[in-house]
């Protein structure tokens, strides 16, 4: 769905919220990586011929790719760079800018005013690439699900790639709920899988064409990237994703998956074991105080209505277990075996009631996600209900005043579903228990469990507090990556490359292409209703 790198629920829904080059005061911070070029240098000696692919309109995301792509070019790599964003037969869920109303209003979208900034640095026409495949058209693959629901989407494959689980990673609207009854639109399936096809099949081409040996795309989540990542691992071709940074850095590139939460928790010790403690363990503090404060821009969405040190009317009890919810639409799609995170949050907060329920004298509190106020209607209602059905001792709503900081503090253990809450109160010096996937279970500030039994042991004996152990996940946030380099400020506040500024076109562009988009969708979406 969140800090420039918020792991809310999910590493995965990394929320485009950046500091886009430097710091408000210019200051260049130590980052995770010394730089770009010699972290890049003994993978380019191996890749001759370079591919970055674009399919957003981000700025943050351009910069990364411009950035990385100029790095590569400097160390001698052959590079292709192919901005289709505005090419693609759905829209993706970055795009901003219809390249026909920029040229008749005479404003340049970021793929032109970056394309410039490129060729003016060094790079020529010829390294930009237009789709392969000019008259492409669509091969019977498998047919689409007779229904249109979650589940059957998700089974839907293209040559094998996991064409359904990535159309399901954007929802047809903001009022998509996660239940899997619901009738997704027929129209804007089919056309999302078309342009799952499109993206498969020109990357395919594009590098049988040009002898692609690397291909570099945005973090690997969304449909297109999903496409283009599918088709390059179908020949053997190596992957990297580009993403955005920590609070103090400019955007982070890893030569594997930015969804694999064990590779991030090895990247998180292993960065404070490289860096003087004192040092890490000071700027780690810092993004947990910041985020307690709410002075961290990415956490003011979700304590804008909370009031430091409220915690409300909360139940007497000899050992009080609170639980902060996941949104249910952040972990979804994600490609676990569910049978060992309770199957569902929902089941695990049931179990969670049962357990305690069993033990004298603890009591259950629930908070839910105050992200859970902007999700879809029915979400927030089925979630209650379950909540509901679990016979907790109190329920907090998404919209309460109470701090989930304080109650943190109140707790006597907290249990999570793989919440940021979770690494949050083991820095708090809290005993943590987490029931489903999480970025932290690895570092040794939560303990997690796999069933009842484990749990029932974890709440009347338990985990000791690590709060030591949580500083690497915020020496992450923080620090995650690398600095610009070749990208520089310019007055304005965007990026500017060899004298080039790159940049989005003026508002009226944007309102114009947002209304386009707009029309089609409604038309793709037709009568959308439910089972």
Same mark, same amino acid.
């Given at each position: 769905m969140v800090s420039? &790198?918020?792991?809310?629920? @999910? %590493?995965?829904?990394?929320? =485009?919220?950046? $500091?886009?080059?430097? *710091? @408000? $005061? $210019?200051?260049v911070f130590q980052a995770e990586f010394h730089s770009l070029e010699q972290y890049l240098e003994p993978f380019t000696e191996n890749q001759s011929h370079i591919a970055f692919l674009s399919f957003n309109h981000w700025q943050f995301a351009i910069n990364a790719l411009t950035e990385t792509a100029v790095s590569a070019h400097e160390l001698g790599a052959d590079v292709t760079i192919g901005l289709w964003a505005d090419d693609l037969p759905i829209r993706d869920t970055g795009w901003t800018t219809d390249r026909r109303i920029a040229k008749i209003l005479n404003s340049p979208g970021i793929d032109s005013t970056a394309r410039s900034a490129l060729i003016q640095f060094g790079l020529t026409k010829s390294d930009f690439a237009r789709p392969p495949i000019r008259n492409w058209k669509q091969q019977p693959t498998t047919k689409p699900p007779v229904r249109m629901v979650r589940s059957e989407i998700r089974k839907w494959k293209y040559q094998g790639a996991q064409m359904g689980r990535s159309i399901l990673q954007v929802h047809p609207d903001s009022n998509t709920p996660i239940r899997d009854d619901l009738l997704w639109p027929s129209k804007w399936v089919e056309q999302s899988a078309k342009s799952f096809m499109w993206v498969f099949d020109q990357t395919i081409k594009l590098i049988q064409d040009k002898g692609i040996t690397a291909i570099v795309l945005y973090n690997g989540r969304f449909t297109h990237d999903q496409a283009a990542a599918a088709a390059a691992q179908k020949l053997g071709v190596k992957v990297l994703y580009y993403d955005a940074g920590g609070l103090d850095t400019g955007f982070d590139l890893t030569t594997g998956s930015t969804h694999d939460w064990d590779l991030l928790q090895i990247r998180m010790l292993d960065m404070a074991n490289n860096w003087d403690s004192a040092t890490a363990n000071q700027i780690g503090s810092t993004w947990f105080l910041n985020r307690q404060s709410h002075a961290e821009a990415g956490v003011k969405l979700y304590v804008e209505l909370q009031q430091h040190g409220n915690t409300g009317e909360l139940p007497d009890a000899q050992k009080l277990v609170v639980f902060f919810s996941s949104s249910g639409d952040e972990i979804a799609e994600l490609d676990l075996a569910w049978e060992q995170f309770f199957n569902s949050q929902e089941n695990a907060l049931k179990v969670l009631s049962k357990v305690c329920a069993e033990i004298p004298g603890t009591k259950v509190v629930v908070r839910t996600h105050p992200h859970m106020r902007l999700k879809p209607k029915q979400?927030?209602?089925?979630?209650?209900?379950? %909540?509901?059905?679990? $016979?907790?001792?109190?329920?907090?709503?998404?919209?309460? *005043? %109470?701090?989930?900081?304080?109650?943190?503090?109140?707790?006597?253990? &907290?249990? *999570?579903?793989?919440?940021?809450?979770?690494v949050e109160a083991g820095f708090l010096g809290?005993? &943590?228990?987490?029931?489903?996937?999480?970025?932290? #279970?690895?570092?040794?500030?939560?303990?997690e469990v796999f069933n009842a039994d484990q749990l029932r042991t974890a709440i009347e004996i338990p985990p000791a507090p690590n709060s030591s152990a949580a500083l690497s996940y915020g020496l992450m946030m923080q620090r995650r990556g690398f600095n610009y380099t070749h990208l520089k400020r310019s007055v304005r506040g965007t990026s500017m490359l060899a004298?080039?500024?790159?940049?989005? =076109? #003026?508002?009226?562009?944007?309102k114009l292409s947002h209304a386009l988009a707009a029309r089609t969708t409604r038309r793709l979406l037709g009568f959308y209703n439910r089972v």
């Open positions: 420039p &790198v918020c792991i809310d629920s @999910t %590493v995965e829904r990394l929320t =485009p919220v950046v $500091n886009e080059l430097s *710091t @408000t $005061n $210019n200051e979400d927030l209602a089925d979630w209650v209900e379950a %909540v509901d059905s679990a $016979n907790v001792d109190l329920h907090i709503g998404p919209d309460s *005043t %109470v701090d989930s900081y304080e109650l943190m503090r109140k707790a006597d253990v &907290v249990v *999570t579903y793989g919440s940021t809450s979770g809290k005993p &943590v228990i987490v029931m489903g996937p999480s970025a932290y #279970n690895k570092l040794g500030c939560a303990l004298g080039v500024e790159i940049k989005p =076109p #003026n508002e009226l562009v944007r």
